[in-house]
């Protein structure tokens, strides 16, 4: 018999102009948080579905961050 893996959601780049602060940081939980040369902030996180995406991103509106780019990663079929 063939275990099934199970989908733990789909990764994503959120790529926000400026820099984050440590009280912020402590919001995001379990996103990686890469901060750039360039005055922008890089969010490398996983989501179990849409509605859990849309909930970061309505977050990061509230704070009145800017959002420059959003990108799905490819997640490994391997894995």
Known sequence: ?????TDLGNTYRIRLQGA???PTTDWFGDITIIPQE???TLLVGQF???????GLLDQL????FTILSLEKIENDPNQ
Do not use: I
């Open 48 to 54: 179990a579905d849409q509605s859990a995406l849309r």
């Open 61 to 64: 509106w509230n704070l009145n």
């Open 1 to 5: 018999m063939t275990q099934k893996k």
């Open 38 to 40: 360039n005055d922008e």
């Open 20 to 22: 984050l602060n440590s």
